[in-house]
Each structure stands twice: as C-alpha cells, then as structure tokens.
C-alpha cells in the first residue's frame, strides 16, 4: 500500500535557526511529492512538488525541499525559520497505483512553532 | 486560497439533519475533491470528480452524497447517517485528476449540537 509518514507531530526551531520537517514515503513507481502548508483554520496552500528532476526542489516562501531515493525520505527545509512560519505542514504522494488513482495520499501533518 | 470559495465557513446541524456545503472554482480545472480533516488525522479523501456528471468514491464515503452537474460547482451533502459529522471540510481542484497540484479552498467546519 502506498503511504507518507511524518514522524514527529511537532517541531519547536528558533527564529533565524534552520529548519527541517521529516517525511518518508512508501510508493509504487516513480513517487510525485508535494508539500502544503495550512494557517489555523485555513485551507492548504501548495508549497513545492517533485516529479523528476533535481533532487533539490524549490518552493514558495524560501522553502526548498529534498528528494532522497535511496532513503525514501522528502524533507522539507528552509535555512532561516521565520515566526510566521509557524503552522501546520503536510506532505503528500500521488496514488499511482491504488483505487483513487492519482488522487493524493496525505501524511498527518507537522505543527511548526518558530518562537522569536 | 486561489480561485476556489466554500461557504458557509462555519455550519451548525443537529443530529438527523442532512447538510449541503458549497465548494466552487473559478479555474476551469476539470477535476474537483472533497476532504476530511480531524486533529491528527491529515485529510482523508471523500469524494472526487474527474469530470461534469461523474464522480467516485474515495476512502470515507459512507454517509455522504456528491453531485458535479456544472464543471464549476462539486457540492457535498453530509447525511443523517454519517455517524461522526463533525470535521474541517476542505474541497479542492485540479486542471485533471492526472495532473498533480490540488489547488484548495478554504474550509468548512461542521459542528453537530
């Protein structure tokens, strides 16, 4: 079964500390992966997507995310976090292969607290 | 939140009662979506649409009912038999169900008293 893991519930960086948001995946074929982020009581804004390519993805508010086949991982990274970083952040894969082809499998997020 | 609106933002139902929620899109995607979102949880996928007059199921869709008879418009019904109706609901679009990036609005939350 084609999966996404986040394995911590919550990551705690200080403003102006680099930051990482874990995500590995299990998936048949080539994997598409997305990363979303969502603001209390938001829907999900898109952040950056690998299909193929560079390892290195770059996305939407100097976010920049990294492919790693060999580890199955996706992480999400930005060099210096922001206060208003702060928030809840998604990763997801594409269904290649399962029942709702195509259709995203998302992991249960990641909160982000980036205190001053 | 791009070019797709839902309202109403918050929905207040009692037990019994069927409710419709609206999602709507401006992009002229083709494919459109229905999520669930509980604490710790993630989305879970309701329904999904390719196309106007089709839809499918996807992994929750006991208790709920779709419709898609406008390419713009993918309203949701949550009924009586949903047993635990209360939830963030979040609808979403695509150019295609094969293309990739979900464009989303932004979110219904449904309360039951």
């Known amino acids: 079964a084609q999966s996404v893991a986040q394995p911590e519930d919550q990551v705690n960086v200080a403003e102006g500390n680099p930051l990482t948001v874990k995500c590995t995946y299990s998936?048949?074929?080539?994997?598409?992966l997305f990363w979303y982020v969502q603001y209390p009581n938001r829907g999900l804004q898109f952040l950056l997507k690998y299909i193929t390519g560079d390892n290195l993805v770059k996305g939407s508010y100097g976010f920049e995310a990294e492919f790693n086949k060999s580890q199955t991982s996706f992480h999400l990274k930005k060099p210096s976090a922001l206060v208003s970083d702060s928030a809840l952040y998604f990763c997801a894969v594409r269904d290649n292969y399962g029942g709702s082809q195509g259709n995203l499998i998302f992991g249960k997020g990641t909160k982000l607290s980036v205190k001053p | 939140d791009g070019g797709i609106t839902q309202s109403p933002k918050y929905l207040f139902r009692k037990e019994g009662q069927n409710v419709t929620l609206s999602c709507e899109q401006n992009?002229?995607?083709?494919?459109m979506y229905w999520y669930r979102q509980d604490p710790g949880q993630g989305l879970r996928l309701i329904y999904y649409s390719q196309i106007v007059n089709d839809f499918q199921k996807g992994d929750i869709a006991e208790g709920y009912s779709v419709s898609r008879e406008k390419k713009e418009s993918f309203p949701l019904t949550v009924t009586s038999a949903q047993k635990n109706p209360t939830a963030f609901y979040l609808c979403?679009?695509?150019?295609?169900?094969?293309?990739?990036?979900?464009?989303f609005g932004p979110g219904t939350r449904l309360t039951v008293l």
């Open positions: 992009l002229n995607h083709d494919a």
């Open positions: 998936v048949s074929g080539n994997p598409y």
């Open positions: 979403a679009s695509s150019i295609s169900v094969f293309t990739d990036t979900q464009y």
